[in-house]
């Protein structure tokens, strides 16, 4: 698809969308062509990209905390150990669960879930 499509449709300013596919393209997720079949075509299936490895790429870490990324892991400032931390425990189970639904839901799941948005997430917490 061409961008101007996509940000048509998906009420996105064009030069947002652009630095969004860039850093898609840079990963391997997308592929561009130039000429009048152009725009951008999926390099890998719908059901092979997670929301999680697109929100990573666009927006880094996904933890709430420093201390809980998996990619970018940084110590609190103040930490006096975080196997103490009680605020850190409870910012655990929810990065734990938000990877858990980011993780386990595809491109495709969006697709097919289009109609219906609760559709894939309802999928994913009665597995």
Do not use: W
């Amino acid at each position: 698809m061409l961008i101007s499509e996509i940000a048509l449709q998906q009420s996105i300013p064009k030069k947002f969308l652009e630095q969004i596919l860039l850093d898609l393209k840079r990963s391997g997720i997308v592929v561009s062509r130039r000429g009048k079949q152009g725009g951008y075509l999926l390099l890998k299936p719908a059901d092979a990209i997670t929301f999680g490895e697109v929100l990573r790429l666009v927006d880094g870490p996904i933890a709430p905390l420093p201390c809980l990324s998996q990619t970018a892991y940084r110590k609190c400032e103040d930490c006096d150990g975080e196997h103490l931390c009680e605020i850190r425990h409870v910012f655990a189970r929810v990065a734990d669960a938000t990877r858990d639904v980011l993780f386990n839901t595809t491109i495709a799941d969006a697709v097919e879930g289009a109609g219906d948005t609760k559709a894939p997430v309802r999928e994913l917490l009665t597995a």
